[in-house]
Structure formats: C-alpha cells, structure tokens
C-alpha cells in the first residue's frame, strides 16, 4: 500500500507491506536507524516517536494508521545545531549509558513535559516515564534530567 | 592537569553526542548491500529427541534461500561452542561439559534451543519460512528443578546425576573445628533467583563473506570481540583467525549476557559463505528471554560459627547452581573461583570452606550476569551476617564492625585464596549511616507504625573482585584465556592522540573516561584523544569488558604504552636539548631541560618524531606509537556499605525502599559523574532483583517468564532515588590505583533490601523476589 509521511519536516511517499509497522517504516524505509526495538510486546518504549504530536510506540503502529500523518523522530527535535533542551539536559545530567533506550525515552519525555499543564516533580517523572525501560541508570539521572528540561522547555 | 577535563573530572561524555541524536551505530543500524534476513527455529519442548527435520514446505516458501540444519554445520566441520574454563571436581577430575552444537542435530536439550535456521530475502519471508519448518520429536521427561537435577533422568549421555562437577574451596576440617568451639551456630537457607538479563538492545548478528579475499567480517552484539573471534576461529571453526574481523559497534547495553559466544552470530557468519550474501538477524525480545544466558540461581544451606559475643569463627556453605542445558562460555567460573573465593566478606572468618555441585537441567544456560558469582556471594554472607546479629541481640552494625579486617591488617590473606590489597570497611560503614540518618530511624520507624506501616532497615557490606588476574594464576585454575588488556597509544604528527583498546564499552564511556586518562598524562587537549574499541580489525588481541575490569586492566595498560611514549619522548628531545635523556623531564604536557628555559610542548615532539631531523635515526626509529599488554598482579578489591530501608504496607504487601544509601570505595575515580551513574544502574538490577525479577520455568520447562508481560522489569516508579557517596583506598598494584565500579551496586544491594524487608516483618527469610504477593503472603502467616 502507499502511504505519505511527514516524517521530521520531509514527505516521502512510500510503497509499504499492508502489515508494516511504522517503526520498520521509519527504520528500513527511511534509514531513520535512531528509533530503536527493543520489544515485541510495545513495552520497552525504545521505539518512540511522535506522531502528530504526540508519543507513541511506533512498532505498535502500523504504517497505514500513520498514513497522512506527522512524524517526529529523535534525528528531527533539533533545530539544526541547537539540541532540543531535553537532548542536552540528558547529557549534562548523564541520564543515559548505552544509549538505546535514549531516543525512546527522549521523546516520551518531551511529550510528558509538553502535555503536562502544570510542572512535572519527580513522582510524576517517574510515573510518566513507565512506559519506557532503561537498564543502564536505574532512571535516577533521567529523572533528573527530565526536571531539568522542563525549566527550559 | 586541567581541571575540567582531568583525572577526577566528571566531563561530559563525548559518546553522547551521537547517541542523543539518533545517530548511534548499532548492530541491527548497519545494512549490507544484498543483505538477507535470518531466523532460528527454536524447540518448544525442553527435552526431546529430533526423529527428523522436514524442511521442504519451508524451501517453498517465496522468498526463502535455504534452510539450514544442525547437520550441515557438523558436515561442514563446524565444532561445539566450548566452555573456556575448566573447573575440577573435589576428586581431581575435570568438569563434564556435555556437546553443544550451535544448531542441534539429534536432541534439544531446552525450550529456545535452535535446531534450524532460515535465510531469505526479507524478514518476513524469513520468518513464514521458519513457521513452515517442521520437526519429528520424540518428547522426553524434562529435568527442571535443580535441587532434585541429580536424581533425575539424565540429560547427557557423558553427565551421570547431571552433574558438571562438584567443587570444594577451603579447608574443612579447620572449619569444622571451628563449629566445634562454636557458642552460636546461625543457618540459612536460602535461593539467589534466577534473573534474565534483559539489555534493552536485544542480541543481533550481521554476517558477510568476501569469496574474493577470503575475508569474513562479522558485526554483531560482543563486549568482548576478540574472544568472539578466536573463539569462532579456533574452536568453532568457522574461518581461520586471519581471515575474520569482528565488529562490535555500539552495544545497547550487556550486563554479562554479551560476553557468550552464541549459536546465532556462529550460524549467520558460516551461512553468509554457503549463500555468499551478508545475512543480518536480530533476536525479538521473546527469544532474547529463550536463547540469552540467564543469571544467578542458586539454592544454599549456608552456616555460621560465632562465639556469645559476636565474633565469627567460621562459615560453611553449600550450594547447588543451575547451569541450565549446556556450559556457557564462562559459566563454569561463575559459582567457583568468582564466589567461593569472595565468601570471606570484609570479615576476619578464620575458617571457611564451600561446596558448590553444578547441575544440569533442561533450562536456557546460565552464565555470568552483572557481578557474577560475587553477587550470589555477598548475599549469602550479609543474610547470615545480619540474621545471627538478629539472634545474638547484637546490633548488626556492631557485629560487623567487631568482624571487619582492620585497615592495618591489609594485605589481608583470606582463607579462600584472595589476597586482599587495602580497605578501610569502617569508614565507609561509618559514611553510609550518616548519610542514612541513623540517628532518625527511630522516629521514621514510628511514624510508619503510627500509620499501619512497617518500616525496616537492613545493612550489606559487599566485597568484589575485580579485573580476574593474574593471567598465569588463572589458567593454572583452569582459565583458557589470559586476562590481560591491551592498549595502543598512536600520537598523531599534530600531536592528538588516537588510543586503541582491547577493551569494549557498551555504556560505560571508555571514550570519555580513556580520554580523560591520556589527557591528564600526555597534557594534551581532551578533545584531542580519540578512543577506538570494538573491533578486531584495528585493536590489538584483549579480552573486553566485564567483571568490572575495564579501567583497572584496560586503563593501565593505556598507562603502561604512554610511559612508552613519554619514554620515546624524552629520547627525542634529548637530541633538540642536547642532552642525555636522563637529564629530561616530561610533566603538564611538556619535555624540559635544566639547561634549557624553552621547554618543549608534546606537540612539537610528536611532530619532531615524525620529521626525524634532528635525531639519528640508525638510534632511534622515526615514529611515536606505542603499544602494550598490562597483565594485573592481582584482582581489585571494591567494597562498601549499603542500607537500605523500606516502608511495607501490610494490606498490600507493597514494600516501598524509602531511602537507598550506598558509600563505595572504588580506589581513585577517573570520573566521579561516570562512576556514580554505574553504581546507580546496579542498584536498579540489584533491587530488581531483591523485589520484582524472577527467571520461571514451569514443570514442564516452558519460561513462564518469557516477555515483558511477565518478567517483572523495574520501571522508573518502582525505584527511589538514590543516596550515592564515596570513601577511597587505592588500589595498589596497578599504576592508577583504580578498582572498578561496574557490578558493585549489583552485588550490594539484594541482601540490603531483604534484610530491611526481614527486619521490617521480624522473620528469618523471604525469598527473593519479595514480590507483594510474597510479602503479604508472610505476614499472613505470621499473622
């Protein structure tokens, strides 16, 4: 089936299987490697990107369901050099290790802060951040990390 | 030194830039052009015998290339995937390791094992293909429970009680006349809990052949590429060891479960030959529950000899360990020379001896997972530590302080053959109450049962052995690898730096924390060192990452080549003085000379050297590159103290950690930001498994266990914050005085947590995990 993409600002066209998944959409298709899977039953959170606006774990969406839609990817939060303050609050608080939990968790986060009308504190970082494992840092600088980009958000 | 990028800085990590952005390199990130797609058949049946393989339906599938069987590989000369250390029973004879073909030929020996495997063009031509692969089984009775493995069916024909071996450490009978004088005797009971280790980047393998050189290049998930690599060479026999490079490029995570050689890179490199095309295959998280190397699992009768007042005398243990269907690559080591030998604790035991049988059972292998034998160990010792304190009335901080080596008894020999090299016990144990606010427990604890909570608190002081070494002590314990590192250190004609390690980083930040090393030693910009790891290719032969070794070993043998280079340095700069290169100094980045007031920065030597004017080059070779292999004199030694303590709500049996403190001496610190984030991720396992992580076979061997669904992953809601501090003792006997920091939190903090779990119910045990259904289900029965 053909389905169209806003994909990070880009439109692509793009001739997929009628049960792809957006994240192989995203990975195979598009060579967006950034977004990572690393589960097969949308626990993990490795593979979140935003659609529309908001996060979702896009190897539980199929490619059709996004079909029309607009895809943020963690290769497109950036504005050109300047990191999205979430990307440098995760540096400067050494909120990741391997790094393959990163982008999901990056863009979970921003959509956490973003959809939150009232400032986030750390419960509420921790209870927000369920849908996404990490096994490197025992989420004690993500959290951190996350406080910290919301002042900057 | 600078002050902002030195030893001892806590820099920002130069590999975050890339990961940050998305533009991480992993394993299942890199495609070859004609790649194809691979997936294993694996046996549903734990224990079976394959009457035979039908994979016609299979070949007919669009799409497909070839179905491959265990057969071929034999055909093809293709061996077992060894067990590289050979542990000796209590007789003398060595352990019993049982054949492993990397594809199974005539018996499946657990659920997960594969006995096919399909290549085709597409994944999902791959994955139809594996679904129309169909076996003739003939379904045997599974050996699943490890404390009943030896009088059960057996399992390999050459494994009489499944047995691998049976293991003995220490002197039994001095340990039994300890029992003897004894005033006190507390026994335990108790089960380490089999964990699955679960890196978020699942296991993959991207395979390729070049007929035209002969050349096999394999990428593929390894914290230790150079061991993949001789393995795959030497004992597998897939390609001599000169014609095949393997890649490991970003790694997403490995916790021990990297370090095997598995069944699936070994079939994706000999296949891509067979088909001449690159095969690429990624575990789904399903099979990475089924096919990785799982942790842990233990069962041990542990008992220990006090006199009234507190005083240890001696300490015996048995234990059983599950080393599941097969011996993994390292996994004879785990529950031998990397626990028994920590038994001692930071205590002065006079008398131990251990006994551990290793059994087989129809189970995935188990093998070394964060920490490694030390954890099993340290929660042995601090359950009993705490639990006789308990019985004797003693307050369990005291009775350990009365136990504890004295800092002026170091080296300490203890009588499970480690040799301690220094350690002040006391004064981390001092830190971690302060910062546990001891003094308020009290009151916290009675605020809690003013609110129908129970609130308890519990200690563990924890010691580990890190960077196993040395090389020839090893072996002559039945190692088969050396257990150095090494290092190269090319300076560049501008005078950057580029370093080459045998070490592997798949988190840790090597590039930051090596670049740190070099820096602070050669006075160079930070920003001018460049670490490469990862890939046989470029680095000299090392043995990786794990066991906590990479900056004690790793790190020293980058020390030992820039001595070199400062060595070669001094010698070029002699000849622009005129001197001798004795007379020659080198400190801050500079080469100087008493009778000379233009000293010369490193830059303009690493040019000199390789615009060889001034010096005679029939002396000195044009050049500065230096290489070397750091062999440890002994292990390191980390240790530290932990308390931890939780609020249960009886209704629920939810057990809440309030407060985690955890003081470490790791000797010196090259980057305390690094170093507290590695204690941080061992925490989380840690209390993942003291609270939520089981490994669960059903009687019939299927992993019950086996998704996200059901293994119980901490999530950020299910931990604290955590309270992280230092105390330091170098190390000393490698050149930087470093110990190592990677599995520490790891091996603390399951008994910190059980005992403040036991403490809060007032009873002797609960196993772990203190799910809430276990701890309601306690304090039901006390109740």
């Known amino acids: 089936m053909k389905v169209n993409l806003t994909v990070n600002g880009s439109q692509h066209a793009v001739d997929v299987a009628d049960n792809a998944l957006l994240s192989d959409v995203l990975r195979e298709t598009l060579g967006l490697t950034g977004t990572h899977v690393g589960c097969d039953t949308s626990q993990c959170g490795a593979c979140t990107v935003h659609l529309n606006g908001r996060s979702v774990k896009s190897c539980t969406v199929l490619a059709g369901q996004a079909d029309g839609g607009d895809v943020a990817t963690i290769e497109g939060i950036a504005n050109g050099d300047d990191l999205h303050p979430m990307q440098v609050a995760f540096r400067a608080n050494h909120a990741l290790q391997c790094g393959f939990c990163t982008p999901g968790m990056i863009m979970s986060a921003i959509d956490l802060v973003e959809s939150s009308d009232a400032p986030l504190n750390a419960e509420q970082v921790r209870e927000g951040l369920e849908g996404n494992f990490c096994r490197c840092t025992g989420y004690h600088n993500i959290v951190k990390a996350v406080l910290d980009a919301q002042a900057n958000m | ?783």
């Not at chain 2, 053959?417 to 016990?425: I, M, Q, V």
């Not at chain 2, 070397?628 to 103290?641: E, M």
């Not at chain 2, 950020?716 to 050149?735: K, Q």
């Open chain 2, 1 to 783: 030194m600078n002050a902002e990028t030195g030893i001892g800085a806590s820099v920002l990590r130069k590999e975050d830039a890339r990961f940050i952005t998305g533009k991480g390199q992993y394993t299942d990130d890199i495609s070859m052009f004609g790649q194809t797609h691979c997936v294993f058949v694996r046996s549903p049946h734990a224990r079976a015998k394959i009457n035979s393989i039908s994979t016609e339906r299979a070949m007919a599938i669009d799409g497909v290339i070839r179905v491959f069987t265990g057969d071929e590989l034999v055909a093809d000369g293709i061996g077992d995937l060894p067990c590289g250390w050979v542990v000796n029973s209590k007789d003398g004879s060595p352990m019993i390791s049982p054949p492993h073909p990397p594809i199974a030929t005539t018996l499946v020996n657990y659920v997960g094992e594969p006995y096919a495997f399909v290549v085709a063009e597409s994944l999902q031509a791959a994955r139809d293909g594996a679904e129309a692969v169909e076996a003739d089984f003939e379904v045997l009775e599974a050996v699943i429970d490890m404390a009943t493995a030896s009088s059960s069916d057996q399992i390999h024909e050459n494994a009489p009680n499944n047995q691998a071996y049976d293991w003995e450490l220490g002197e039994k009978d001095a340990t039994d006349a300890a029992f003897d004088k004894a005033d006190h005797i507390t026994t335990l009971d108790i089960t380490n809990n089999r964990l699955i280790p679960n890196a978020i980047e699942p296991r993959a393998a991207l395979g390729s052949y070049d007929a035209a050189s002969g050349m096999y290049t394999l990428y593929t998930t390894s914290q230790n590429p150079h061991v993949e690599r001789v393995v795959l060479a030497l004992f597998v026999n897939v390609a001599p060891e000169a014609n095949l490079r393997v890649i490991s490029p970003d790694v997403g995570g490995g916790f021990g479960s990297k370090i095997f050689v598995y069944a699936e890179e070994t079939a994706v490199i000999w296949a891509s030959a067979k088909i001449g095309r690159p095969i690429k295959w990624r575990a789904d998280r399903s099979e990475s529950f089924l096919s990785d190397a799982h942790g842990r699992d233990h069962v041990t009768k542990a008992e220990l000899a006090l006199t009234s007042d507190g005083e240890m005398l001696g300490l015996r243990v048995k234990t059983i360990a599950n080393m599941g269907a097969y011996l993994s690559t390292f996994s004879s080591s785990v529950p031998t020379y990397l626990y028994g030998t920590l038994l001692a604790g930071q205590y002065k035991t006079p008398a131990i001896y251990v006994e551990t049988q290793a059994v087989f059972t129809n189970t995935a292998p188990v093998d070394a997972y964060r920490g490694a034998g030390r954890p099993e160990a340290t929660y042995v010792v601090e359950r009993i530590v705490e639990t006789a304190a308990r019985e004797l009335n003693m307050d369990p901080v005291e009775l350990r302080r009365k136990n504890f080596i004295p800092p002026d008894a170091f080296p300490y020999q203890t009588p499970v053959a480690l040799e301690y090299d220094t350690g002040n016990y006391a004064a981390s144990m001092s830190l971690a109450l302060e910062l546990a606010d001891s003094d308020g427990y009290a009151a916290r604890k009675a605020a809690s049962e003013a609110n129908g909570k129970m609130r308890g608190r519990g200690y563990s002081c924890y010691i580990e052995a890190c960077g196993i070494a040395p090389s020839q002590l090893v072996i002559s314990l039945g190692a088969g690898v050396g257990l150095f590192e090494s290092a190269e250190v090319r300076v560049d004609v501008s005078g950057s730096v580029t370093v080459m390690t045998g070490s592997h980083s798949h988190g840790q930040g090597h590039e930051t924390t090596f670049a740190q090393l070099v820096s602070d030693r050669l006075g160079i910009p930070f920003e001018s060192v460049n670490v490469i790891h990862g890939d046989t290719g470029r680095s000299d032969y090392g043995l990786g990452t794990y066991g906590s070794r990479s900056i004690a070993v790793g790190g020293s043998a980058i020390d030992k080549a820039m001595d070199k280079i400062i060595a070669k340095g001094k010698k070029i700069a002699a000849h622009m003085f005129e001197t001798t290169e004795d007379q020659v100094e080198f400190a801050e980045g500079q080469f100087s000379f008493a009778g000379s007031n233009e000293p010369k920065p490193f830059a303009e030597i690493a040019g000199a050297a390789y615009i060889p004017a001034v010096y005679p080059l029939d002396e000195l070779e044009p050049g500065l590159s230096e290489k070397a292999f750091y062999d440890p004199k002994n292990f390191t030694y980390p240790a530290g103290s932990y308390v931890c303590e939780v609020e249960i709500d009886p209704s629920t049996g939810v057990s809440r950690i309030e407060k985690f403190v955890a003081v470490d001496d790791f000797g010196n610190v090259i980057n305390p930001m690094i170093v507290e984030g590695q204690v941080h991720g061992g925490l989380a396992q840690g209390i993942g498994q003291a609270l939520l992580e089981h490994g669960i076979y059903d009687a019939d061997g299927n992993l019950s266990t086996g998704s996200y669904m059901d293994y119980t992953m901490p999530r950020a809601a299910d931990l604290p914050d955590f309270d992280v501090d230092m105390t330091s003792t170098p190390c000393t006997h490698n050149p930087l005085g470093v110990k190592g920091c990677g599995e520490a939190g790891a091996i603390g903090s399951p008994a910190a947590v059980i005992n403040a779990i036991t403490d809060a119910l007032g009873v002797k045990d609960v196993p772990m995990p203190a799910t809430p259904h276990t701890v309601w289900e306690t304090i039901q029965q006390g109740a």
